[in-house]
Nanobody, 125 residues
Framework: VQLQASGGGLVQAGGSLRLSCAASGRTFSSYAMGWFRQAPGKEREFVAGIARNGGNILYADSVKGRFAISRDNAKNTVYLQMNSLEPEDTAVYYC???????????????????WGQGTQVTVSS
């Protein structure tokens, strides 16, 4: 599967952005999906994950209550709604697909099989 992330940009602190990740192919509903981010000089970190049918969702503690992940299997797309953005959220955001996860979601990047190219999110103070 090929993944294409979009929706990044420059926003002021307190603002919102919605990221999208469009997947190619007809097997999108067979993958658990995740969002990760990597800030300059830092390691890649897990942001949010969603199970194949959307019935299980997991968030990093740092984004709980501010970010929301969702998916539309009919459109082969996963979303990340980001509210109350903080300068610390500045990073390149990547979507990823996990072909083996059925219900439990992984926070480990190496468990994901396919990655999008990333979209830059910059939050100014």
């Amino acid at each position: 599967v090929q993944l294409q992330a979009s929706g990044g940009g420059l926003v002021q602190a307190g603002g919102s952005l919605r990221l999208s990740c469009a997947a190619s192919g007809r097997t999108f509903s067979s993958y658990a999906m995740g969002w990760f981010r990597q800030a300059p000089g830092k390691e890649r970190e897990f942001v949010a994950g969603i199970a194949r049918n959307g019935g299980n969702i997991l968030y990093a503690d740092s984004v709980k209550g501010r970010f929301a992940i969702s998916r539309d299997n009919a459109k082969n797309t996963v979303y990340l709604q980001m509210n109350s953005l903080e300068p610390e959220d500045t990073a390149v955001y990547y979507c990823a697909a996990d072909r083996t996860a059925e219900w439990a979601l992984s926070k480990v990047g190496s468990d994901y099989d396919y990655w999008g190219q990333g979209t830059q999110v910059t939050v100014s103070s």
